[in-house]
């Protein structure tokens, strides 16, 4: 089997709440996704999906995603898609760096290796756990008021877990955990992320502010020596994120003891072989996992699915459902929330079909 043509097509996701917003005045309303298509010579077609948050979150981009591609696909023309560890050796051998520009082809080539062997990814991840995975909901920073107000609809909709959006003023972001920490339930889970956004004096206020909450600590500030700082003057459960993007960063984290918790990003690591690697390490250590992406509709939403569900349910501390999140709907078949989880498709591959009429006409083709 080889490759005979990669296509892009690009797709904006509104947000049904009309706007995200997250640390240091951040915010996005629109998102832009990039869904691949990998062609094959035996009529095998594969897909996959990168929607970076905007290009103030990570070094990612969504036109990025596209111009790193039409550098790249012409490199991988004649290939195996089947063969997936030697793709991504090649990759990384044509494109120094950018994994979420490989991330895409990463996808659809396990796309169509779940295809040719009539099995969906979960199982060639390892084999399905249980029937559903946890979701968590994130809240978009508001007040303190806004925000814990949006506490008794999401668990309407079934969430137990809340990822409250801070990283703003110390004293504004001590409000809010105090005011949503007030609206939980027993069995809810909170996890304040700054996503990087405080100084180490602010995140060091915080974390004293709140010490009394039952609340989760996540990527308070922007290096991996300045949240360890912060990790080592609080009892409270930390997250790491952001500095999450490699097995060797998993390994030096662990070593430190600098989380109890890492989030782990597809398109982050390069797609879901890289992502696969981490995830079992951190099996192997007893470090437990929210597995997601940066963004995405119906394909990145299948991925995270199958990547979770593939991972034993003491370790999955949650995953998430994108595509609830936006009013566009990009594939038939990915996974739809219930009652607050998610399951992967038991269909060969991801398990979702394209709606050609919403993707509309290819932005790149290369054969």
């Known amino acids: 089997?080889?490759?005979?043509?990669?296509?892009?097509?690009?797709?904006?996701?509104?947000?049904?709440?009309?706007?995200?917003?997250?640390?240091?005045?951040?915010?996005?309303?629109?998102?832009?996704?990039?869904?691949?298509?990998?062609?094959?010579?035996?009529?095998?077609?594969?897909?996959?999906?990168?929607?970076?948050?905007?290009?103030?979150?990570?070094?990612?981009?969504?036109?990025?995603?596209?111009?790193?591609?039409?550098?790249?696909?012409?490199?991988?023309?004649?290939?195996?898609?089947?063969?997936?560890?030697?793709?991504?050796?090649?990759m990384d051998a044509a494109m120094k760096g950018h994994p979420y520009v490989k991330s895409p082809i990463d996808i659809a080539c396990w796309d169509i290796l779940g295809k040719v062997t009539g099995r969906p990814i979960v199982d060639l991840l390892g084999g399905r756990?249980?029937?559903?995975?946890?979701?968590?909901?994130a809240i978009s920073q508001q007040s303190p008021e806004e925000m814990a107000d949006k506490v008794a609809g999401y668990r309407a909709q079934g969430y137990r877990r809340f990822q409250l959006k801070v990283g703003g003023s110390a004293d504004v972001d001590i409000r809010r955990i105090h005011a949503v920490a007030a609206k939980l339930q027993d069995g809810d889970r909170l996890v304040a992320d700054a996503n990087t956004g405080w100084l180490m004096h602010d995140a060091m206020r915080v974390v004293r502010g709140v010490a009394d909450v039952d609340v989760y600590i996540e990527q308070p500030c922007f290096s991996y020596e300045e949240c360890l700082s912060i990790r080592r003057h609080t009892h409270l459960p930390f997250v790491l994120d952001e500095v999450i993007d490699s097995v060797d960063a998993v390994l030096r984290a662990s070593n430190n003891r600098a989380m109890d918790i890492v989030n782990l990003k597809i398109s982050k690591v390069g797609g879901l072989t890289k992502a696969k690697l981490i995830r079992d390490l951190c099996i192997s250590l007893g470090i437990a996992m929210t597995l997601e992406d940066t963004w995405g509709g119906d394909f990145t939403t299948a991925a995270i699915a199958h990547l979770a569900q593939s991972t034993p349910p003491e370790l999955l501390f949650s995953t998430t459902d994108f595509n609830s999140y936006v009013t566009v709907s990009t594939g038939e078949g990915a996974p739809q929330r219930r009652d607050g989880r998610m399951a992967a498709s038991s269909a060969p591959g991801?398990?979702?079909?394209?709606?050609?009429?919403?993707?509309?006409?290819?932005v790149l083709d290369v054969d």
Not at 50 to 76: D, F
């Open 1 to 90: 089997m080889k490759i005979t043509r990669i296509k892009a097509y690009s797709v904006e996701l509104p947000l049904k709440e009309g706007n995200y917003a997250w640390s240091g005045g951040k915010s996005v309303s629109v998102f832009d996704s990039t869904i691949v298509e990998v062609e094959t010579d035996s009529g095998i077609t594969g897909y996959g999906e990168a929607c970076p948050l905007g290009p103030a979150y990570l070094p990612a981009y969504a036109g990025g995603v596209r111009a790193g591609l039409l550098e790249l696909a012409p490199h991988l023309i004649g290939q195996d898609p089947t063969h997936i560890a030697p793709l991504n050796r090649l």
């Open 350 to 362: 991801l398990g979702v079909t394209p709606r050609f009429e919403v993707l509309g006409k290819p």
């Open 129 to 137: 756990f249980g029937a559903d995975v946890v979701l968590y909901r």
